[in-house]
């Protein structure tokens, strides 16, 4: 409850006030929902104090940050539709592949003469047509979202071997691998884009009526349904956006490593479910942020930047990682 | 109660990570001319193949042998381009007196070794080259290589499998990855070697030995009259070994790589050849060319790693030391010119 406020400032009122205080946060701390969002800003923090210290020197600095912030940008692209799927209590697994069939309509887009941003145009398009497709599919024919985008997974994988022949191509462009390499006021451009990004999925999950439908079709779909929510609507919009993320953050791949691959990159969709659970987004949909996943994308990036860092023996950093998701899901659980 | 469970666990995650950090090392700041002061930062493909893990156990036994220190690092996982790129940037920034690579594909580490060379710091390339336009534009520059010639590799198999079975006959050929560089110049190689015979295929198993028994099935059942396969690597060897006792057939099957496995295959008789190539031998060039750039000698730009045929005739020799390092010896161009 709020203080009334009173007219005189005796000492013994300020001893009032810092206990209520203390009690507020006390209070706050036996909410579950305060540990879903805050835990994983905590372990973030701690993280970043423990290699800090380990290591002040190498990884306390820009040029480390640096490489923290851009190796969390593209993950944290992804990771938006994920959160966007999960809070409609589906799962988008078909990304990493989406991703990789962007990549390559990336790649002969570009090696066809257009330019480095046209290319990123069709290359996004591509993902938004498999993400339209999921939706769509999961919608209309009521399949599980799980089986659809697995099935996605597959489809989109192929069909990036079959137009690619299964060959790299490689992209040269100066304006493209500067935006990898790059910086804003010393925030790398492709971190400011996912920053953007995140920012922009917040408001419209939290500030728009669409974005109500979307959290009500996760909690009940039922209920949500009989309110005059469009679900298949929901579900068509929900798939798409993760989509053209994924065929978008193409693009930023191409970017960072100079060439359209048509092999997919699993590693991305396995982040991507570990960071929207550990962001405190409900995998039973309905309830979720979208700047818990954010964190959690920086928590996982920074956790792995720092056992390269430390030299941590590679085979260690796969059981490292594990068990940082495990404990710290183990945190984030509520009710 | 729920509180102090909380807490408990965060204390137990940090405790874990802290306790996972091996002890770390000084940097030291001077241009390390003394072997105990250099440091090498090595990023590999991924562990989840033995091949790289013999190249990490070659860079770790010649690290140690020489005494120098080497932190060795590997991409997270499968055709994981931008975490090993993450990897790498995560070391370039650091006192590392040498880096050592081998690029998961041709492109995905250039940035970062951009970033390795206006450090001034040198790069050894093993195993997979790095292109040289990528890296060009990204300002980075290859000190040495040293890897196999898959191309010689591949025809020193089909030469091989010709003395065996003789000209003219069906060789069913298995290939790696689709687009895959390594496993088109084993292919294109053993095909200019067994020049003369009839091939079915390139059929592509992703180096995967399930997928690999899978297509040998269906090629043995359109075409019964295959007299032998050659697989781009030996993991899919051992699939096709499996679907030709499957068929009930005894004909020739050649691998590539020389793994361990392979070679006790070899002996049990059911895959006919490896043809072996050293990545023992690439990690521990890889380490000797680092040290004496640290040392500020110069080291040839391009070494070609040993390769040979392993079949029941020396298979003995080479399970006996490991294969490590080839029967016959082989030239190292680097250790020589290490200052003791």
């Not at chain 1, 498999?130 to 024919?141: E, H, Q, T, V, Y």
């Not at chain 1, 500030?207 to 579900?235: E, W, Y």
């Not at chain 2, 013999?54 to 770790?60: A, D, H, L, N, Y």
């Not at chain 2, 040979?308 to 010119?337: E, H, R």
Request: net charge positive; charged share 10%; aromatic share 8%.
């Amino acid at each position: 409850m709020k203080l009334s406020p009173k007219s005189s400032t005796s000492s013994a009122q300020a001893g009032e006030v810092e206990t209520s205080t203390l009690n507020k946060v006390r209070l706050a701390t036996k909410d579950p929902f305060f540990w879903s969002n805050w835990i994983v800003v905590i372990a973030f923090i701690l993280v970043v104090l423990v290699f800090g210290a380990l290591k002040p020197h190498s990884f306390l600095t820009m040029y480390n940050l640096n490489n923290i912030l851009v190796a969390s940008s593209i993950p944290a692209i992804i990771v938006v539709g994920q959160t966007f799927a999960v809070a409609t209590a589906g799962i988008d697994l078909s990304i990493s592949s989406i991703m990789t069939f962007g990549a390559v309509v990336y790649g002969i887009a570009f090696t066809n003469g257009s330019s480095w941003w046209v290319a990123g145009i069709a290359g996004t398009i591509a993902g938004t047509l498999c993400g339209f497709l999921n939706g769509l599919i999961i919608a209309k024919r009521k399949i599980s979202d799980f089986i659809v985008t697995l099935g996605m997974l597959s489809v989109a994988a192929g069909f990036a071997l079959v137009i690619s022949n299964g060959v790299p191509r490689q992209i040269v462009s100066n304006s493209l691998s500067n935006l990898a390499i790059g910086g804003f006021g010393g925030i790398p451009y492709l971190m400011v884009i996912a920053f953007v990004i995140t920012v922009a999925a917040h408001f419209f999950l939290f500030n728009t009526r669409f974005g109500t439908h979307i959290l009500a079709t996760g909690g009940d779909p039922d209920a949500a349904r009989s309110m005059g929510v469009n679900i298949d609507l929901v579900k068509i919009v929900v798939y798409s956006i993760s989509g053209t993320l994924a065929g978008f953050a193409a693009m930023l791949t191409i970017s960072r490593i100079g060439a359209a691959e048509p092999a997919a990159n699993t590693s991305l969709l396995l982040n991507s479910v570990a960071a929207v659970v550990l962001g405190g987004v409900s995998l039973f949909g309905g309830r979720g942020t979208i700047f818990g996943p954010f964190v959690a994308t920086l928590l996982l990036q920074a956790l792995t930047n720092g056992l390269t860092v430390v030299g941590v023996a590679a085979y260690y950093q796969y059981v490292s990682i594990g068990l940082v998701v495990i404990l710290s899901a183990a945190l984030v659980r509520t009710k | 109660m729920k509180k102090n469970n909380r807490f408990l666990t965060i204390g137990i995650s940090v405790v874990a990570a802290a306790a996972l950090v091996l002890a770390g090392t000084t940097p030291s700041n001077a241009a390390g001319k003394k072997l105990s002061s250099i440091r090498i930062a090595v990023v590999i493909k991924g562990l989840d193949n033995p091949y790289f893990v013999s190249v990490k156990q070659g860079i770790i036994d010649t690290a140690k042998k020489l005494g120098v220190v080497a932190n060795v690092q590997a991409a997270p996982g499968l055709n994981d381009d931008i975490g090993q790129a993450n990897k790498l940037d995560a070391l370039a920034g650091q006192n590392y007196d040498c880096y050592i690579v081998i690029p998961i594909t041709s492109n995905n580490l250039s940035q970062g070794l951009g970033k390795v060379t206006k450090a001034g710091k040198p790069i050894i390339n093993i195993d997979s080259p790095v292109d040289p336009a990528s890296l060009k534009a990204a300002g980075g520059k290859i000190t040495s290589f040293a890897g196999t010639d898959n191309t010689a590799a591949g025809k020193a198999g089909g030469v091989s499998m010709l003395k065996l079975i003789g000209s003219g006959k069906k060789i069913g050929l298995i290939a790696g990855l689709a687009g895959n560089v390594t496993s088109n110049a084993r292919i294109a190689g053993f095909e200019a070697g067994a020049a003369g015979s009839t091939f079915v295929g390139p059929v592509n198993a992703d180096w995967d030995t399930t997928k690999a028994l899978d297509a040998a099935n269906a090629m043995l059942v359109a075409n019964p009259d295959i007299a032998a396969f050659f697989a781009a690597n030996d993991q899919m060897a051992q699939g096709v070994a499996k679907a030709v006792a499957a068929a009930g057939k005894k004909i020739p099957v050649y691998g590539v790589d020389g793994l361990m496995d392979n070679l006790n295959l070899i002996k049990a008789g059911s895959v006919t050849a490896s043809i072996s190539q050293y990545p023992y031998v690439m990690g521990k060039m890889g380490v000797e060319a680092c040290v004496v750039l640290a040392q500020g000698g110069k080291v040839p730009a391009w070494t070609i790693t040993p390769y040979g045929v392993i079949d029941s005739s020396n298979v003995d020799a080479a399970l006996k030391s490991g294969n490590q390092t080839p029967p016959g010896g082989y030239k190292d161009p680097y250790a020589p010119l290490i200052k003791k």
